[in-house]
């Protein structure tokens, strides 16, 4: 087997990175061994760093001060010690930023399983689920790598709102309108009809959100104050941002129903704030109402659609091995990545890099790594 690599980053500023071989004791009975292929590196990976309380640091443990922070993607199994799953089959869930992880799965079908590990338990059922991959010939893996957990929380926030009435609101506004999952969110309600759908989003962003045709307007948020929306207004926050939430109360004063909190993107420096919305939380109660079955098709069925469409728009960006991923991890951290732009990360070279580098330390700040 390959040396195993872990991916650490120093608690809680985020801005040291680390590339630590990791020990890997025999697989027990009940045990699979995966091997991370590619995963991708978004802001809503930075969110689960910065939760308040820290519980998605316990998924993957460290030692403090080190992280290691979740990510989605794809894994393959190399080795097995589960009679119902062989070596070979492919699989995508939470993973490490890692070369490799155990997993003890339990509740297997021909769908996926649950990992069991004792330090995971308590959390969401959805941070523990692995779906076992059948290749859908309409799918592109990178694209859904990026995609999939983001859409899942767009596909069940839109039937949120809809299941409201859009509490009784003319226009949704959404925030960070040029994130993944604020496009996701916009793409579904402008597919089922009904209110007006409006972006706001950073200047040189704008463009680029219009380019997609995701929402029926799309406005820099120096144009709030001159916004002309029709109706009442339900406020669908993805940036976190107190100035632009307290902004939006004074424009829109009682024409504004609600605001909900979805995302904090903009909540860079400090923890992030709490959110009204949680999309797991509300995938289990859809997946109870609808029945598991329903619940994945038409989630499927829909992020096929949206995927198809992103792809137009979307460059996924493949950083093979530690340094590419550094100047990738970078981007993200800073808030400089051009939101046509995501990245796909393969650390298969990152042993290589370990050889030379055992028990490196790297500053990014000190690298001034770039985007490009
Ligand atoms: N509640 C839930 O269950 C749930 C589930 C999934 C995602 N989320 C949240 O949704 C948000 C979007 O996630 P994503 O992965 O889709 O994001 P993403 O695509 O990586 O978002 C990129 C956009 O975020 C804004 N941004 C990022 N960094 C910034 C910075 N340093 N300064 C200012 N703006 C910055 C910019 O948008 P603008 O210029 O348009 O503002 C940028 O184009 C995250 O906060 C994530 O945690 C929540």
Known sequence: ??????????????????????????LRDGQLLLSVDQFAWTSNNLTYARQPGGEFWTLFP????????????????????????APGERVFGFLPMSTHLR????????????????????????????????????????VEAVLRPLFATSFVLEDFLRSHAFFGAGTVLVSSASSKTALGTAFRLREGGGPFVCGLTAEPHRAFVRG??????????????????????????????????????????????????????????????????????????????WGADAFRERLEAAAVRFESVAARWLQVERCDGMAPFQRAYACVLEGRLEPSRAFVVRLADAQAASAAEEHAVQSLLGLGATCS
């Open 212 to 289: 997609t045709g995701c929402f029926d307007a799309v406005h820099a948020y120096a144009a709030l104050a001159s916004l002309d929306l029709p109706g009442r207004v339900l406020f669908v926050d993805f940036a976190g941002d107190e100035a632009l939430s307290r902004a939006v109360q004074e424009r829109l004063g009682s024409r504004r129903v609600r605001t909900l909190r979805v995302g904090a993107t903009h909540a860079v420096s400090k923890d992030a704030p709490l959110l009204d919305f949680f999309g797991p939380a509300r995938m289990r109660e859809l997946r109870r109402a």
């Open 62 to 85: 460290a030692e403090e001060p080190w992280g290691r922070i979740p990510v989605w993607g794809f894994a393959d199994v190399v080795a097995s010690r589960v009679p119902a799953i």
């Open 1 to 26: 087997m390959n040396e195993s690599i872990d991916i650490l980053v120093e608690r809680p500023s985020l801005r040291r990175i680390a590339l630590r071989p990791a020990s890997e004791p025999s």
């Open 103 to 142: 997993v003890e799965p339990v509740r297997i079908s021909e769908r996926g399983f649950f990992d069991a590990a004792a330090h995971r338990a308590g959390v969401f059922p959805l941070y523990n689920a692995y779906a076992r991959v059948k290749r859908m010939p309409a799918r592109r893996e990178d």
